[in-house]
């Protein structure tokens, strides 16, 4: 099978990690990658592409005469990317614009779960900050203020600070005239992402991981992208998987299909175990990052197999999944001063001297190479170091001393990843 995989961080660099060493893969193209995809294996090549242009996947999708295109960042598929490549009849791992808008606009995902009956938070959906003053008081601290739209999963602030909550709300709603925020009901309790493989009629499930939203240690400072997860989850409860499938994920894609909008790709289902019972807290169109790290790490079927089911409808004929006994756990090496402000340019050593231990992996987000050939940090989130082990204490243990050989001048992580499991 020749399959183009489009993006360029450790989400992406996790699929074609796991894509590359399926032995359905006969060629990976990864578009336009990184230094990390360039070096996992023979049948791995990196190339340049406009990867939020329908037209320009489309057409390397064709030249390439690739057998399936695996979209994995939100911008291209709410940018209609999916579209373009299925009109060129290609089958595609990725739903259509109008279906990625239930990541793409929280109000629209709202009203998606309305009409499905899937648990979720009470909402208001605000255009006016008269309109957020209110629903502020309505719901009371502490506040939850979403940015309508995409944000790279850094469109949410959590505070009990009324006038932080303000502040993020006027941010969003003075964008543009067309703009707006969610107000929402805080929701207690653990958290839970769930990935469910979506042919556009049935679902399929991957084991359930937990991430680490917070800069700091102890969930303190600014929500990020995510700073680290661990799967499995051995304090989830018993048939938690079965019960967010029937009452969350199939919902929602049969009212996507009842809608005319079927939903084809990875419906990432964010969930909170509150003290009322399961509720949805997020969707998102696409693997989340810095959970896919640890859920592939533990997959030992058949990615490749999985992916084209999807995409070609064929859910209903896939084996079931097979998962590893050990854990994963990945902790994620950030650029100084992120989430704001980051420092690029930084000179990163010591990856090959953490993949040189047992278990370890490595897996670049935002590096790059310089004129002279160094890696160096070009984003945001610069790794995810992932370990393996017997059990998630085994799995932090390689994961944080596979990061203690990574050097990152400014460099900045958390030292609690899973430290409570």
């Excluded at 049935?202 to 937990?210: E, F, G, H, I, K």
Aim: glycine share 10%; charged share 20%; aromatic share 4%.
């Amino acid at each position: 099978m020749k399959i183009l995989l489009i993006g360029s961080g450790a989400r992406e660099h996790a699929l074609a990690r796991s894509l590359a060493a399926d032995p359905l893969t006969t060629s990976l193209v990864v578009a336009p990658g990184n230094p990390g995809t360039a070096r996992i294996a023979a049948n791995v090549t990196n190339t340049d592409v406009d990867a939020n242009s329908p037209d320009a996947v489309a057409a390397l999708a064709q030249e390439l005469q690739a057998d399936l295109v695996v979209v994995g960042p939100e911008a291209p598929l709410v940018a209609g990317v999916a579209d373009a490549v299925r009109a060129a009849g290609i089958p595609v791992f990725g739903p259509n614009g109008d279906a990625a808008t239930l990541e793409g606009s929280k109000a629209f995902a709202k009203d998606v779960m309305a009409a499905a009956n899937v648990p979720t938070a009470m909402a208001h959906v605000c255009r006016t900050m008269d309109e957020v003053t209110e629903a502020l008081d309505a719901f009371g601290p502490p506040y939850v203020v979403k940015d309508d739209g995409l944000a790279a999963g850094k469109g949410v602030v959590v505070t009990e600070d009324r006038q932080a909550a303000l502040d993020h709300a006027a941010a969003c709603v003075n964008r543009d005239r067309r703009s707006s925020v969610v107000i929402e009901e805080y929701l207690d309790g653990p958290e839970i992402s769930l990935f469910c493989l979506a042919d556009g009629e049935r679902v399929v499930p991957l084991a359930p991981a937990q991430d680490f939203k917070r800069l700091a240690d102890g969930d303190a400072g600014p929500n990020t992208g995510g700073m680290g997860a661990y799967s499995p989850l051995p304090w989830a409860p018993e048939g938690l998987v079965d019960d967010v499938v029937e009452r969350v994920a199939l919902p929602t894609v049969q009212e996507l299909a009842r809608r005319g909008t079927p939903f084809v790709g990875l419906l990432y289902c964010g969930l909170a175990l509150t003290s009322r019972g399961l509720r949805v807290v997020e969707f998102n169109a696409r693997f989340g990052d810095p959970e896919t790290q640890v859920v592939l790490a533990r997959l030992e079927s058949s990615l490749a197999a999985a992916l084209h089911a999807a995409a070609t409808g064929t859910l209903d004929q896939l084996p079931d999944l097979r998962w590893t006994s050990d854990a994963a756990v990945t902790v994620v090496l950030a650029a100084s001063g992120y989430p704001g402000q980051v420092r690029q340019g930084d000179v990163i050593t010591g990856v090959e001297a953490a993949e040189d231990l047992p278990g370890v992996h490595v897996l670049h987000a935002g590096t790059a190479t310089d004129d002279g050939g160094a890696l160096v940090a070009a984003g945001g989130r610069v790794l995810s170091v992932v370990g393996l082990g017997e059990d998630i204490a085994a799995a932090r243990s390689a994961a944080y001393a596979g990061v203690e050989r990574i050097s990152l001048d400014g460099g900045q992580f958390r030292t609690d990843i899973a430290a409570q499991v």
